[in-house]
């Protein structure tokens, strides 16, 4: 078993050997930029307020997969770490080190020895064990199950190494197993009615106040020397962007996320005294999903025919779309899963807008004279106000959609539950690894395939990529992947977004060398050049 030095992207670790799979051995995590953000300060009480209240604080069984998963990341640890997108490095967090064998199938993880969970227990392979067959076992109902799908046991070796075993090699898999997916808690833990289990992150729950806010406490054992750095911490649910901006102008809130769009540039400009604006760079995409499916309850489904989402494919306008949206923010995404600074980008042309092509289709497809049918979309300005954009534009090309506007638990239940959707406007994030795109949404046996997308072919090529370990291999699969959906239109990416983000001027990070304004921390996700566990308080 081969091992390499730390950071590593998947590049290297991936192409050792001639493209075998190998180990890693990995170091200290990177400096940070003193010289860049000042020298930090500990104390304070660090007050953050998010677009949404957390529905739930077990961390493997997270219902709104942003905000849930955001306050595990102060919680819980992975025995992985990721940097911040688009690049595509891993770091090591509860491991500090790893082999894997040269079939690709036996993963070895040596434990960081001496890592404290919130209540006092020192971290062993135990719980790791316990942690992901929890997490594997269909009684927990955990989100994140499908992740781990392909592994086959695990066994703690002794007291600090796990051994993992995969049913066959897995391209993505390291990246399974970071917090977002995987965090670790202790054997025999479990969450209790709004009391989650204690992790070894760098923030102790103290109390929720449902609906109003979470307060942490800093967790003094924690394994990272120097952090965090903030005595306390507080997340406040308050989803009234206008309400969110004035508490933080008038200091009773340090750091808001979602500034209205409307406004940023103007903010941008011109800022409120003491005030930070931040515009993250692309975050996630936004996209046209269709049902595949033949009706939906009883009526007759258009989309099901390939010419009808051609049609649409050549009828929207994408910049208009950008810019309606977005305001701008973001990028025109070219029908696949990664903006073009991704790594995972693939150079496969796209459809233009074409009205006249867009008629010839539809009049090919059987309506000559046009269609009317249902956009499903939510109440939430940034998925409505898209959503009446598209219905606009594809008007013109003789496609006549109704809205159907619902709140996110009912849209959720008609798009993923009950599939009673004829087209819709969905996001997500960027995801670590395409095989969280590729196969989570269009594999035909995924259960997270909204669409009803079902073609051998397609399956057959990203069962091939996520069993490839050099990236340049599966970036050549998925090259033939884009190409097949670019035929068959499932989806169409749109566009991608940004999020705005201010903060008062006395909120600082201990940021990685080059992260001015230290993206880990300006989303608060905790990657290992950021997170809230860098922030600290010039006051």
Known sequence: MGRRGYPITRRDFLSLAGGAVAGAALGALPASAGETCGKP????????????????????????ETIDAMHALLMYNGLIDRGAPPQVKIYPSLAREWDISPDGRTYLFSLHRGVKFHHGKELTSADVKYSLDRI??????????RDLILVDSVDAADRYTVRMRLKEPYGAFLHKLTVRVAPIIPEGSDYKEGVPPPGTGPFVFKEWKQDQYVNYLRHKNYFEEGLPYVDALTVRGVPDGAVRFTALRTGEIHWIAGIPLNRTTALKKDPPKGVVIYVSYPIGRQAIVFNLRRSVGEKPNPFSDVRVRQAVAYAIDKKELLQGTNYGYGNVMDGQFYDRDSPWWVDVPDYQQDLGKARALLAEAGYPNGLQSVLLTQKDERWRTPAEIIASQLKRAGIDLRLSIHDVAEHTRLMLRTHEFFVTFFGHSFREDPDDGYYLFLHSQSSANA???ADPEYDRLVEEARRRTALEERK?????????????????????NRLPYAWRDFVKCDCAP??????????????????????????
Not at 41 to 64: C, N, S, V, W
Not at 529 to 538: E, M
């Open 41 to 64: 300060k500990y104390g304070g009480h660090f007050i953050m307020a998010e677009r949404r209240h957390p529905l739930t604080l077990d961390p493997h069984r997270p219902q709104d």
């Open 136 to 145: 594997r076992d269909p009684k927990t109902r955990a989100r994140r199950m």
């Open 451 to 453: 669409s009803g997308y």
């Open 476 to 496: 050549a699969v998925y090259k033939k992947v884009v190409q097949k959906l670019r035929a068959d239109v499932p989806f169409i990416s749109a566009v991608s």
């Open 514 to 539: 080059g992260e001015e304004n230290c993206w880990g921390f300006g989303g608060w996700f905790i990657y290992a050049q950021g997170g809230a566990k860098r922030v600290w308080l010039d006051k």
